[in-house]
């Protein structure tokens, strides 16, 4: 009474976990979570376009391909600078929703895990923000199908223990120093480089390559 008569509100807060079926069901809600998790991370930023340009001048890619690439933003900003850009995302809703319809034809729905693209198809593989949502037991074969498309460059963006950015989301589930992770790739085949003075965040990723012949 005090809530609603005096101060005007009732005292709310966000529910948290998947909603009953029948709430579903009346107002149909098919992906909350996504809906919740995209809210705010749809928005273009600058440093989309800086890591564009970076990645352009640096890696001098012919065909680009982005798993977990969200809303499709970096796919969208390679192809303002003329680089042939693909992305995938394990949510359906992301894909379906982008704000960037220019590049809606350049998505799909797909898993990190299982990639429907060719051996070696991309010079340039850029995976950020992906491999610390998947369990650890599903790691190797991520990196395995990664590799697998990508012919020449890789690119991954990482948050490392020490890295606060790690803690800040609950859908992360891998919780390792970075010297791990680069063993992780080293076991795939992947060669792992110095990285590249220039980019954006660097003490967040692996910059890698593919010996060929090796």
């Given at each position: 009474w005090k809530d609603w008569h005096i101060l005007g509100y009732y005292p709310v807060r966000k529910y948290e976990g998947d909603y009953p079926s029948p709430i579903k069901r009346k107002f149909r809600i098919e992906h909350h979570r996504d809906v919740d998790y995209f809210s705010t991370r749809a928005a273009m930023e600058a440093k989309h376009?800086?890591?564009?340009?970076?990645?352009?001048?640096?890696?001098?890619?012919?065909?680009v391909l982005l798993p977990g690439c969200g809303m499709g933003q970096r796919v969208f900003a390679l192809r303002t600078y003329d680089v042939e850009a693909w992305g995938f995302d394990i949510s359906e809703y992301a894909v379906k929703n982008t704000p960037y319809r220019d590049v809606r034809q350049y998505l799909r729905v797909g898993d990190i895990r299982e990639i429907k693209h060719a051996d070696n198809e991309f010079d340039f593989v850029v995976v950020y923000d992906v491999f610390e949502h998947l369990e650890e037991a599903d790691l190797q074969k991520a990196l395995k199908e990664v590799y697998r498309v990508g012919s020449k460059n890789f690119l991954f963006s990482i948050p490392f223990l020490g890295d606060p950015n790690l803690y800040?989301?609950?859908?992360?589930?891998?919780?390792?120093?970075?010297?791990?992770?680069?063993?992780?790739?080293?076991?795939?085949?992947?060669?792992?480089?110095?990285?590249?003075?220039?980019?954006?965040?660097?003490?967040?990723?692996?910059?890698?390559?593919k010996v060929q012949n090796e």
């Open positions: 376009f800086l890591d564009a340009y970076h990645w352009k001048t640096v890696f001098q890619p012919k065909k800040a989301d609950p859908t992360h589930k891998i919780f390792k120093d970075k010297e791990w992770w680069m063993v992780q790739c080293e076991a795939v085949g992947f060669k792992v480089r110095d990285t590249i003075q220039g980019l954006l965040y660097p003490n967040q990723l692996i910059v890698c390559e």
